[in-house]
């Protein structure tokens, strides 16, 4: 019979003491090299730019005008997630509460 | 004779009867069992026929235990995909209980799918429910007992809608079967109101992220898979056209952007996300063009697949680490880089990267708005895509492998985690580079080109962009900060005042049994007590039992005349 050990064990929560954490002689990483993660950002914005050149190029079949502004593609996710971050950051400030919150 | 058995077999209840024997196989042996239980029902569906199969007769009603039409079979697969990952996913796990729960969950939930009239439906619909929970409470903390107490209400609140409304169906129709509905009726509405719950509709939706952040690592895994897009399937079958889920299904993909960017625990984030991605699922169903609803089919297909890859890489740190708060991890790439590149693969599909699988489903979905000319959704659509790149596909791999460094190095996930999340890994990129594999599987066959340069390049301008928001954010420190809390959603409605109102109500009950004669007052007070033992907030009858056992009772009953028609 198999039966002889329990139904379930709850998971497990490692130890943090037995957590591997990094070492002393570690060698950098590279996202621990500034100029790699600069070139990166700058390549995302050159990207970001480039995308916004060609736009003119693509040609667009949606029936909305809007769509057919230059640029919508890029300008209007770039508006709305700048509100979407801000209204994040303010309804933050209002509902959050201690991790206990429900428990007290 | 046995042939006609077996083509009347529903594919679900091949799991659920294997389950029975799961605790009684020793070792290893339980392991090759359980992993060759989805396949034999996969094997098997797809010997089945398409037609209304199974029928039986029970009391006077006549149900269709099996029906096979196309609809019904890209769901199918897609489950019993999403069995035999979960089951690999969970291979490490000691015990039986976890497993057993799985199987009966996933086996009821691909038998709903199947299930040809109302009755059937129920009974599995109830299936899914009850087994399900065991996911959240084997995490054994008292959280999640009291999150799993709340989930199994909820569920078995939807059973009992769906049940009462098959009643009011079947008296004003006489019909039980499981087909369109008019929501403007009332049966039809309380049918919607059931599949509603389940499909997390706004202020429906706090069950979701209540309760998967706190099952186990692989509970989390198999509930993302099943419940919501079984919902999802219902209303396709039942509601598909209906207009009021646009509107629905619109706000449902918009809001749970704001929670998820506020949100620390990342396994929550995943569930709000999840809810999101189910707003899309939605509007495609409210659209009803056959665009739209081939569109909701792959979305719901590529959607587990992502999202279960998602809650496996969480998992595996949650595993690793104890924790999956943002306010905890960061750098965990160094230690843990195959989990890594999973994540991001699973990141790059909900995202809808090119190649990716989110972005050959979600397009078509997108498509029909745009071609609908319904210009709120779509305009809230495209900032959802984008919302979706924010939360999910930037901010979770980020912050837990990358970024802050948190200074952990731990292990790198087990085997059998790494092959699961590798499986759903290549499904989702090979979904991505060869959609017409996936299409060619829709309910209605799509000729659909994802790859145009109109759809590539104005996907890649929306994540780019949103990308840039990001970065910029990061750079000034202004992203919404990651720290030790949670934060308020409507669940805070019947957790905090409606709480308070039952224990204010209790003590004014017993102030005022306090107020007559001592003797009376004493057996007032013990009656005020029982009944607050049992029907208190706290009261395990007032939770789950007036609505769960009624609705276990009907379930047992009901099984035991089916089973008495079988022989």
Same mark, same amino acid.
């Given at each position: ?7 379930? /064990?709850?998971? /497990? ?92 | 004779?046995? !042939? ?32 060759? #239980? ?7 569906? #797809? ?81 899914? *429910? ?5 996911? $959240? ?46 929501? @403007? ?46 919902? $999802? ?29 506020? &949100? ?50 969480? !998992? ?31 990141? *790059? ?37 984008? !919302? ?23 292990? &790198? ?22 959609? !017409? ?79 007559? @004669?001592?003797? @009376? ?12 033992? &049992? ?28 089973? =008495?028609? =079988?022989?």
């Amino acid at each position: 019979m198999a039966n002889d050990r329990p139904p379930f /064990q709850p998971d /497990q929560t490692p130890d943090p003491a037995e957590i591997p954490r990094k070492a002393a002689d570690e060698p950098p990483g590279w996202t621990d090299n500034k100029t790699t993660v600069k070139l990166l950002n700058y390549a995302l914005f050159a990207f970001a730019i480039l995308l916004l050149l060609i736009d003119p190029l693509v040609h667009k079949h949606g029936p909305f005008e809007i769509e057919h502004v230059w640029g919508f593609y890029g300008l209007y996710p770039l508006a709305a997630c700048v509100a979407v971050l801000v209204v994040a950051r303010v309804l933050g400030a209002v509902l959050r509460r201690a991790e206990d919150y429900y428990d007290r | 004779m046995t !042939g006609d058995w077996l083509a009347n077999f529903p594919p679900g209840l091949i799991m659920i009867l294997g389950a029975v024997l799961v605790p009684f196989l020793p070792g290893l042996s339980r392991k090759i069992w359980m992993l060759a #239980l989805p396949v034999l029902a996969f094997v098997h569906l #797809l010997g089945l026929e398409q037609g209304m199969l199974g029928r039986m007769v029970l009391f006077d009603l006549e149900l269709t235990t099996l029906r096979v039409d196309r609809l019904g079979l890209i769901f199918g697969y897609i489950f019993l995909i999403a069995t035999f990952l979960g089951v690999v996913y969970q291979l490490h796990v000691k015990g039986w209980l976890e497993q057993v729960a799985t199987l009966i969950y996933a086996g009821s939930a691909t038998g709903a799918i199947f299930a040809g009239d109302l009755v059937t439906l129920f009974l599995f619909w109830e299936g899914t *429910a009850i087994s399900s929970v065991f996911l $959240i409470w084997a995490a054994g903390t008292p959280q999640a007992l009291a999150a799993g107490q709340r989930y199994v209400l909820i569920q078995i609140t939807s059973g009992m809608i769906l049940l009462a409304a098959t009643m009011i169906h079947h008296g004003q129709t006489g019909s039980i079967a499981f087909e369109s509905f008019d929501v @403007t009726s009332l049966a039809g509405l309380l049918i919607f109101l059931a599949f509603g719950i389940k499909a997390a509709f706004p202020l429906l939706h706090f069950w979701l992220k209540d309760a998967y952040p706190q099952a186990t690592v692989t509970g989390a895994v198999i509930l993302s898979a099943f419940t919501t897009k079984l919902a $999802i399937y219902a209303l396709a079958r039942g509601f598909a056209g209906t207009e009021i889920l646009i509107p629905i299904g619109t706000v449902m993909a918009a809001f749970p952007i704001v929670f998820a960017l506020m &949100e620390n625990d990342f396994r929550r984030v995943l569930a709000y996300s999840l809810n999101s991605q189910l707003g899309f699922m939605v509007v495609g169903i409210g659209i009803g063009t056959e665009l739209s609803l081939a569109g909701t089919a792959a979305h719901a297909v590529c959607s587990v697949l992502y999202q279960g890859l998602l809650f496996m890489s969480m !998992g595996a740190v949650l595993m690793r680490t104890g924790t999956a708060k943002g306010s905890e991890l960061g750098g965990l790439y160094r230690s843990m880089p195959i989990t890594a590149a999973f994540c991001c693969i699973g990141a *790059a599909s909900i995202s809808a990267f090119p190649l990716f699988s989110g972005f050959v489903s979600k397009s078509l979905i997108i498509s029909a708005s745009l071609k609908g000319e319904y210009f709120v959704t779509w305009m809230v659509l495209l900032f959802a895509s984008a !919302g979706a790149f924010l939360h999910s596909g930037f901010r979770v791999p980020f912050f837990v492998f990358f970024g802050r460094d948190s200074g952990l190095r731990p292990r &790198e996930a087990p085997k059998n985690m790494l092959t699961a999340m590798g499986i759903a890994a290549f499904l989702c990129i090979g979904i991505g580079v060869l959609p !017409g594999v996936l299409y060619a599987l829709l309910p209605s066959p799509v000729k659909y080109e994802a790859y145009t340069l109109e759809h590539i390049v104005t996907q890649m301008q929306i994540l780019v962009f949103a990308a840039v928001v990001f970065v910029v954010f990061l750079r000034m420190g202004q992203l919404p900060s990651l720290q030790r809390a949670i934060n308020l959603d409507v669940d805070w409605i019947w957790r905090k005042p409606v709480a308070w109102i039952a224990g204010g109500l209790h003590i004014a009950l017993l102030n005022f049994l306090s107020g007559l @004669t001592a003797k @009376t007052a004493e057996a007032g007070a013990r009656l005020a007590r029982t009944l607050y033992y &049992e029907h208190g907030p706290t009261g395990r009858l007032a939770r789950t039992r007036p609505s769960g056992s009624m609705a276990l009772y009907m379930a047992a009953l009901l099984v035991a005349f089916m089973a =008495f028609s =079988f022989f």
